[in-house]
RNA sequence: GGUGAGGUGGAUGAGUGGCUGAAAUCAGUAGUUUGCUAAACUGCCGUACGGGUUAAACUGUACCGCGGGUUCGAAUCCCGCCCUCACCGCCA
């Protein structure tokens, strides 16, 4: 959530930048400007009433204590006076307010300078390129077959389970996945992210603070029972440790990692993009989570992208890094990454990893902050990346590895998994 | 799920209708003193939204788990909900 007082002074700036994500509606920041300027008037009005309320009833408990009866009847009727007055303006305060907050909950943050404008995925910039993109031998098969043939992964009795896009993991393909998530846990915690097992389900107060409602309701699993929905990533829970929360300057900056399912409706997905372990509706993922200094923020970004990058390189996996243009990014973001490894049976890019400066857009709405040298308070920053999301690794693993002996299992990962090859 | 106790500022904890935005202690912070460490003393020390100011000072309102209600006036009384703790029930 955008801070109003960025709109009211650099409203210009702030549509020039909307403009840059092809953000069709600039006419709302106007429109919440006005909206707080019609707060504010309600505000002091009330403040206004309520004061005179407030003053006038320590004057009645005085002429009580004095006996004068009459004084504080007359007291009492000028009273009843305001306390109309408050009730009404109450209730147009809360009204205005509600279309406040539902107006600006609209707006995406703002990209950053460096983000490129564009509309789709051909828009964006790769930034570099990694790794060797191997030539596989003549019979390679994508990791749909080939988890079929090692009985790694079941999707057939996943869906009877639970349904399509609820993978089974089987055997060898279970340790593999059990090796990858200890293997990127200690990657992460062995560079300072601190480790948290969170909740997998939340509230809809944490849903909302991380910006999954309102604008995101219907891809998360809802438990209507008890209201909580079935997190889609651990950046949920895990950024939600610090909601309301007042830091310390001298806590920043505040780096978290996190294993945890993901879930995901993915509504109206299907077709080749989504075949195997491209997409599906439950996955493992590893997420790391900064809290920063403004001030740092960027800084922050850098290392947590040489960070993934680095990981991806110990994988031996071929790999490159998109700037994402305007019109791809997500809502909450001020700048995202995105890392992607080549699945060579496929030949075609996975994304793996997502990483993104929220700046203050996310803190705001998460009211986490901090008191700066002079006493004031501060937005935190906050970012987050995966690190790593698992099916695609797997499935790139699988592939690009795969020789007519088996899967080679890349040597960083051997001393998890427990073996060098699987066949 | 049942019964009981409770939820107050960073922490502990006082406060049962007006003098309480909230005692006290601890922590924090600025300073004074002391030869160092340590200690002692003094000041400051919640958040949000307004007004005010170059910035402050100053000032209005709200907030004592959340939401309602009673009252001229609520941390304090009433109702609903949430959460925590203890015991019981169930259970990995």
Redesign the pocket.
């Known amino acids: 959530m955008l801070q109003?007082n960025v709109l009211r002074t650099k409203t210009d700036w702030v549509k020039e930048r909307l403009a840059i994500r092809n953000f069709k509606q600039p006419e709302l920041v106007d429109a919440i400007i006005a909206l707080?300027d019609e707060?504010?008037k309600l505000?002091?009005a009330?403040?206004?009433s309520?004061?005179k309320?407030?003053?006038?009833?320590?004057d009645?408990?005085k002429l009580?204590a004095q006996g004068d009866k009459a004084g504080a009847e007359a007291l009492?009727a000028e009273?009843?006076v305001n306390?109309t007055e408050v009730a009404s303006l109450t209730a147009s305060m809360t009204e205005v307010e509600k279309r406040l907050q539902e107006t600006l909950v609209q707006l995406p943050n703002l990209p950053n300078e460096q983000v490129p404008a564009g509309k789709t995925p051909e828009d964006n910039e790769v930034v570099r390129e990694g790794g060797v993109k191997p030539t596989l031998y003549a019979g390679a098969k994508p990791h749909w077959d080939l988890i079929k043939e090692l009985k790694l992964v079941d999707f057939e009795t996943g869906a009877k389970i639970t349904g399509s896009g609820f993978p089974l993991y089987t055997g060898k393909g279970a340790r593999l996945q059990r090796s990858l998530i200890q293997y990127f846990l200690d990657y992460n915690t062995a560079a300072g992210y601190y480790e948290y097992i969170p909740p997998f389900m939340v509230n809809e107060a944490s849903a909302y603070a991380t910006g999954q409602l309102p604008d995101k309701e219907g891809q998360m699993y809802h438990a209507t029972e008890d209201n909580f929905y079935l997190i889609p990533t651990a950046e949920v829970p895990v950024t939600n440790i610090y909601r309301d929360t007042?830091v310390k300057e001298s806590d920043l900056p505040i780096r978290m990692t996190a294993y945890s399912p993901c879930f995901r409706r993915e509504a109206g997905s299907f077709g080749k993009e989504v075949r195997g372990l491209n997409r599906v509706h439950q996955f493992e993922k590893i997420e790391i989570i900064q809290i920063v200094h403004p001030d740092n923020s960027y800084q922050a970004l850098d290392d947590m992208i040489l960070h993934v990058e680095k990981l991806l390189q110990s994988l031996e996996l071929p790999y490159r890094i998109l700037r994402l243009c305007g019109g791809d990014m997500g809502f909450t973001s001020a700048i995202t990454y995105d890392f992607e490894v080549y699945s060579a049976a496929q030949e075609r890019w996975l994304e793996v990893s997502s990483v993104s400066n929220f700046e203050s857009f996310q803190t705001n709405r998460l009211k986490c902050?901090f008191?700066d040298a002079d006493g004031k308070?501060q937005l935190t920053h906050s970012l987050n990346g995966s690190s790593l999301a698992l099916p695609r690794i797997f499935a790139s693993l699988i592939e690009n590895n795969q020789t007519e002996a088996g899967i080679n299992i890349p040597a960083a990962l051997q001393p998890y998994f427990g073996a060098a090859i699987i066949n």
Not at 53 to 58: E, L
């Open positions: 109003v707080d707060r504010k505000q002091a009330f403040d206004l309520q004061s309320i407030n003053s006038a009833s320590k009645i408990g009580m009492k009273v009843a306390k007042i902050r008191k308070m």
